[in-house]
């Protein structure tokens, strides 16, 4: 059992060290503790609600808009005062808190670097404490890294916009109790990141700016949006000084976006196109649905009909009211083979442009070597402006509840199947020994692709299709193609990556969520009992 430290009114299980102490100290954690306290008791009640309303889906309901709210579709009204440095968000990248990341982040041809608390790394202690740092060091202009080989990282002149993204809503901070109870590790990572830096930030012209993942109602986005405004009052700045871009990556949530900007209004910048999250959401809400299981994840790309609805309705909603649509992930990594990354490049141009097209202010990249090949596509969708603010998608013929929820065409293959497999429990090692951004067979995985790959085999099991070879799903397939996939792994990685790793226990985990009655909502959260 780990000594257990109590400060104010929380109680911590790691002790807290000089180099914590840098962003864990009697006031930040003061601040942190008052969060706690009042908002807590909500966030358990939110919380309670998804599963109430999941419960109804799964017996047989579907997702729909809310009319309860007409009287907000039908006012005329703007969220509020977007800051000068976040007019322009043409490209943005995203990645962990590790220091090389965010410097060379921050370094890359893009506006923004969203530096990530969230699906891309694997939180221990440690790397949360050390990303905290880190992105203090970055704002004050501090950071540096040198790596094994003396070469020296340093940070430029005019480095990129900074917004960090926090944990959801669902994931909780063991090493910190309220009570008995652990914090929301949401609440953990903004208070920090907040606290620590709001000065330094307004000092330099910007400000404290946040992406906020994983909601599923307007009233999620209320609770965020009444955190900021405590966070603002305690420390004594105007309201509306914190913003936010909200990710669309629930199911629920794309029925509620006027509703989110609506009730954020005085800290909401925009919305993005979560797309990863979004088809796992899909797959999670939908799961006792026959009629709406997908088919393999590599033909699930935003020219299906119900990804394109919801880009488009996203970009729709988002203009009426004077926000930015952001679009979506390009998890490519680029290839030291020419002719091979020409390809690659030529599918991001493809995908961006559908993108620019549709009307999107900017878009999201995981590697620094795609961000010239994005940022010439926006360039030219935007010409001389900032934005695509003017792009209203007025004319378009009205996005309805059926459009969003359209089944979506393709075949289910055996090597789709094995695919998803190998990515899962890759990725899974990886998290659960410290790296949350995992580079595996030319993609840049997170946590979003390793949950649609278990959760696309746990419907197909739980509905009994078959694949394109006419083998039916069952847990015995999938247990038998786990072994021969775990030898296919071992086999591409060599005896000594794989013996060094914790494989078994990952496709033990893999197992296990996937062949249990109960979908389980989340992987990382059995997945964060195996990390310190």
């Known amino acids: 059992m780990e000594q257990q430290l109590s400060i104010s009114d929380l109680t911590f299980t790691k002790d807290i060290n000089q180099q914590d102490k840098i962003v864990l100290h009697t006031d930040s954690i003061a601040f942190l503790s008052e969060l706690v306290e009042a908002f807590l008791p909500r966030r358990e009640l939110l919380l309670k609600e998804r599963v109430e309303k999941q419960a109804i889906i799964d017996a047989g309901s579907l997702p729909n808009f809310i009319s309860e709210s007409s009287s907000i579709k039908n006012s005329n009204w703007k969220v509020q005062n977007i800051p000068e440095d976040l007019q322009d968000r043409?490209?943005?990248?995203?990645?962990?808190?590790?220091?090389?990341?965010?410097?060379?982040?921050?370094?890359?041809?893009?506006?923004?670097?969203?530096?990530?608390?969230?699906?891309?790394?694997?939180?221990?202690w440690e790397k949360l404490i050390d990303g905290q740092i880190n992105l203090g060091d970055a704002i004050?202009?501090?950071?540096?890294?040198?790596?094994?080989?003396?070469?020296?990282y340093q940070l430029k002149s005019d480095p990129a916009v900074l917004i960090a993204r926090v944990r959801g809503l669902h994931l909780d901070e063991k090493h910190v109790l309220s009570g008995n109870k652990p914090i929301p590790g949401g609440l953990f990572d903004f208070a920090l990141y907040f606290f620590n830096n709001y000065q330094a930030l307004l000092e330099k012209g910007s400000g404290p700016y946040f992406y906020i993942p994983k909601l599923e109602s307007w009233q999620e986005a209320k609770w965020w949006s009444d955190v900021f405004s405590m966070a603002e009052d305690i420390v004594g700045i105007p309201r509306g000084t914190i913003k936010a871009t909200v990710l669309i990556e629930t199911?629920?949530?794309?029925?509620?976006?006027?509703?989110?900007?609506?009730?954020?209004?005085?800290?909401?910048?925009?919305?993005?196109?979560?797309r990863w999250d979004y088809i796992f959401s899909y797959i999670k809400t939908l799961k006792e649905h026959s009629d709406r299981v997908l088919p393999d994840r590599q033909v699930v790309t935003m020219t299906q009909s119900f990804l394109n609805a919801y880009s488009r309705l996203l970009i729709k909603t988002c203009h009426r009211r004077g926000a930015f649509a952001m679009?979506?992930?390009?998890?490519?990594?680029?290839?030291?083979?020419?002719?091979?990354?020409?390809?690659?490049?030529?599918?991001?141009?493809a995908d961006k442009e559908l993108e620019a097209k549709n009307g999107?202010?900017?878009?999201?990249?995981?590697?620094?070597?795609?961000?010239d090949t994005v940022m010439d596509v926006f360039n030219q969708?935007?010409?001389?402006?900032?934005?695509?603010?003017n792009v209203t998608r007025d004319s378009d013929e009205e996005i309805t509840a059926e459009q969003l929820l359209q089944p979506c065409e393709g075949e289910r293959t055996e090597a789709g199947m094995r695919a998803n497999i190998r990515?899962?429990?890759?990725?899974?090692?990886?998290?659960?020994?410290?790296?949350?951004?995992?580079?595996?067979?030319?993609?840049?995985?997170d946590a979003a692709t390793a949950e649609i790959s278990r959760t696309s085999i746990w419907q197909w099991i739980r509905h009994g299709k078959s694949l394109s070879n006419g083998q039916k799903v069952t847990k015995e397939?999938?247990?038998?193609?786990?072994?021969?996939?775990?030898?296919?792994?071992?086999?591409?990685?060599?005896?000594?990556?794989?013996?060094?790793?914790?494989?078994?226990?990952?496709?033990?985990?893999?197992?296990?969520?996937?062949?249990?009655?109960?979908?389980?909502?989340f992987l990382t959260i059995p997945g964060y009992q195996l990390i310190d």
């Not at 060379?104 to 893009?110: D, G, K, R, Y």
């Not at 004050?140 to 020296?152: A, C, P």
């Not at 775990?486 to 013996?499: A, C, N, S």
């Open 381 to 389: 969708a935007l010409a001389d402006g900032k934005n695509q603010l």
């Open 327 to 349: 679009g979506g992930m390009s998890a490519f990594i680029p290839s030291k083979d020419a002719e091979e990354n020409q390809a690659i490049l030529a599918k991001v141009k």
């Open 140 to 152: 004050r202009g501090e950071i540096s890294y040198t790596n094994e080989n003396g070469k020296l």
């Open 477 to 521: 397939l999938f247990e038998e193609m786990l072994d021969e996939e775990l030898q296919v792994i071992q086999k591409e990685l060599g005896d000594k990556r794989f013996q060094s790793g914790r494989f078994r226990e990952a496709a033990e985990l893999m197992r296990r969520i996937t062949t249990q009655d109960e979908l389980i909502e």
């Open 360 to 371: 999107h202010d900017g878009s999201w990249i995981a590697h620094p070597g795609l961000a």
């Open 251 to 274: 199911l629920p949530a794309v029925f509620q976006m006027e509703e989110i900007l609506y009730h954020m209004r005085h800290h909401i910048v925009g919305l993005n196109c979560g």
């Open 90 to 124: 043409r490209v943005e990248i995203t990645g962990p808190v590790e220091r090389k990341m965010v410097i060379n982040a921050l370094n890359s041809n893009v506006k923004v670097f969203m530096a990530d608390f969230e699906d891309s790394l694997s939180p221990s």
């Open 423 to 445: 990515v899962a429990v890759q990725y899974i090692e990886a998290w659960i020994t410290g790296n949350g951004c995992v580079p595996i067979y030319g993609l840049m995985e």
